[in-house]
């Protein structure tokens, strides 16, 4: 960069002036973007002190310097390996985008770095270096994945087979409540006939026994006495009259 250069640059910075709207600050929905300022007792548009400057001619960068990044190059930005083809290295400097990728990053800042550009954002990128395992670990690895593989191709069949044997459980419990209730039906059918067979029976009886008259009860037997003990009683009586 030359001395003008850096002059231009310098008077640029001092030059330089923020435009913003009045009442900026004073009302949240208010941005800092520039408005002209139209009211009839607007302190910026009468230019009181302290109420923020115009934009006038004179504040304007040296056409030389205008749009130039601070180093001294006009910035361009990159997004591949070919958009380094067209560029000047003696007066362009690129901005890697953050769109790319830490893999492609790399070669890009590479091979930029080996033709001479300045590079305004650039970043370490630290390579994931892989350990190389011995050959040892290397076929236990191997004998390790095909176990897994075969584990898993056990494990369907293994689940199919389970799953039979739940639902032959199943079947086989469902069964025995069915023959349990089938039993327990066929238990009150066979009693069913037997108990209507005996008060079938036990009706006429009964019948029978309302309609016929009530027997009169027999007299007791007395024991038959002997004719000797009789005489001889009778005969005392006598006697005694």
């Known amino acids: 960069m030359t001395t003008e250069t850096k002059r231009l640059i310098r ?11 009045s009442g900026f600050g004073t009302k949240p929905q208010l941005s800092d973007s520039w408005r002209k300022p139209r009211g009839q007792h607007n302190k910026q548009r009468e230019q009181k002190k302290a109420k923020g400057a115009l934009p006038k001619p004179g504040y304007g960068s040296p056409v030389a310097v205008r749009g130039m990044h601070p180093s001294g190059f006009f910035e361009v930005m990159v997004f591949s390996e070919k958009d380094l083809e067209k560029l000047d290295i003696k007066t362009q400097a690129i901005r890697i985008s953050a769109g790319v990728g830490g893999r492609k ?11 001479g550009f300045k590079i305004l954002n650039t970043k370490v990128i630290k390579d994931l270096v892989k350990k190389e395992k011995p050959a040892e670990e290397k076929k236990e690895a191997a004998k390790d994945k095909k176990e897994t593989k075969d584990a898993k191709k056990a494990a369907p069949a293994k689940k199919g087979a389970a799953k039979a044997e739940d639902a032959k459980k199943k079947g086989a419990e469902e069964k025995k409540p069915a023959a349990k209730s089938a039993s327990k039906s066929a238990k009150p059918a066979a009693k069913q006939p037997v108990k209507k067979e005996e008060k079938a029976a036990a009706k006429p009886k009964a019948k029978e026994a309302e309609k016929a008259p009530a027997k009169k009860a027999a007299p007791e037997k007395k024991p038959a006495a002997d004719k000797t003990g009789a005489k001889k009683k009778s005969s005392g009586v006598k006697k005694n009259d």
């Open 105 to 115: 990053r790399k070669a890009l800042q590479e091979k930029a770095a080996a033709a």
């Open 11 to 21: 008077v640029r910075t001092e030059k330089s002036a923020v435009f913003k709207r």
